[in-house]
């Protein structure tokens, strides 16, 4: 199942940088920092969450620290937060913990016990 993740967007004095406080911590008391076209190699949250921010195409660079998400758009000199990109970033952000989805049977426990046995 999984909660969604609660966010507020918020505004930078820099053109092209979007900024999002979540409700839950995703890095403790670390940097991270991804770019897009480098390969993500981890699995923490922070790994799964920025490369799903960088697989929307809208965004150059993600920056999370805590439970804040930085990130500069594609043509951050001329471009602005469209519709069509804060909604790809939103959901990106949202669905993050969301494990079954609509239309997704999900596993019976006799499913799940065995696909973790040993």
């Keep these: 199942m999984g909660q969604q993740v609660k966010f507020l967007g918020t505004s930078s004095p820099r053109p092209g940088i979007v900024r999002f406080e979540l409700n839950r911590t995703i890095t403790g008391m670390g940097h991270e920092y991804y770019v897009k076209d480098d ?14 921010l960088l697989d929307t195409g809208k965004l150059r660079t993600v920056h999370i620290y805590g439970s804040v998400v930085t990130a500069e758009l594609v043509d951050a000199q001329t471009a602005s937060l ?4 804060e909604q790809a970033l939103k959901e990106a952000i949202s669905s993050l913990y969301t494990h079954y989805l609509p239309d997704v049977a999900v596993p019976s426990d006799e499913e799940v016990s065995a696909s973790t046995a040993v």
């Design 82 to 85: 469209n519709d069509d990109t």
């Design 39 to 52: 390969e993500i190699t981890g699995d923490r949250a922070s790994d799964r969450l920025a490369g799903r």
